[in-house]
């Protein structure tokens, strides 16, 4: 069974332009989870996906940052314009039910890098 | 708001020392705890969950410890190896639910 996919692996971007992440979850997952680490920090919660709907974007920084999930299967967050410290590292992560006894699957993650 | 500490911040030990991870979280209303290990360049791959009612998890050579009412969780590691060498992260749930509060991690290297 493949795991949680995340494309690009990398990004390398300068301030100011558009950067699209993508995420595939473990298939059949109905819940998806992005996160992110910035340099010397803890990894964070940005928000989590029910199928298509956003249950809680409670962590998203600020409307620069849009997450879709068309159709409840792949997601992606795009960035724009991107700011210097968007650069990070962007985890998804999947589960199946979503309740607390269930382990979420992470990504390798993205990493971005605005300069 | 929750704030998970992990200590120490790095840990270096000789192949087959036994060691322990520690992690403690301020808010004790938690629905469970995770331990996670990153490999450099790779993803979060689960460890242990434990449920808030129960006190440890054992998988193998780890085991996981919860005291709830101290706010606090160990990971024992069992005559270590190189192999283990890695990030250990611990999560709490918050009362959410869904969204998991991480430490910073441990940065453990297990030398031959």
């Known amino acids: 069974e493949a795991g949680v996919t995340q494309f690009p692996s990398h990004s390398v971007i300068e301030k100011g332009q558009t950067v699209t992440l993508r995420c595939d979850p473990i298939?059949?997952?109905?819940?998806l989870y992005w996160y992110r680490r910035v340099m010397g920090k803890e990894i964070k919660f940005l928000l989590h996906f029910v199928k298509e709907s956003k249950q809680d974007e409670s962590g998203m920084p600020n409307n620069r940052f849009l997450a879709e999930r068309t159709g409840g299967t792949y997601s992606t967050l795009k960035v724009q314009p991107a700011e210097l410290e968007d650069s990070g590292v962007y985890f998804c992560?999947?589960?199946?039910?979503?309740?607390?006894?269930?382990?979420?699957?992470f990504g390798p993650g993205t990493r971005l890098l605005v300069l | 708001k929750q704030e998970v500490t992990q200590i120490p911040a790095a840990l270096s030990v000789p192949e087959g020392e036994n060691l322990v991870l520690n992690c403690s979280f301020t808010d004790s209303a938690i629905y469970n705890l995770q331990w996670f290990r990153q490999d450099p360049g790779k993803g979060l791959t689960s460890l242990l969950l434990i449920q808030s009612s129960q006190r440890e998890q054992t998988s193998g050579r780890l085991n996981a410890s919860l005291d709830k009412s101290s706010g606090r969780s160990t990971l024992y590691i069992a005559a270590s190896q190189p192999g283990d060498s890695a990030t250990y992260l611990c999560?709490?749930?918050?009362?959410?639910?869904?969204?998991?509060?991480f430490g910073k991690g441990t940065s453990l290297l297990v030398t031959p």
């Open positions: 992560a999947s589960s199946h039910l979503g309740g607390t006894a269930e382990t979420q699957y």
């Open positions: 298939s059949g997952h109905d819940n």
């Open positions: 999560a709490v749930y918050t009362n959410s639910g869904y969204a998991l509060n």
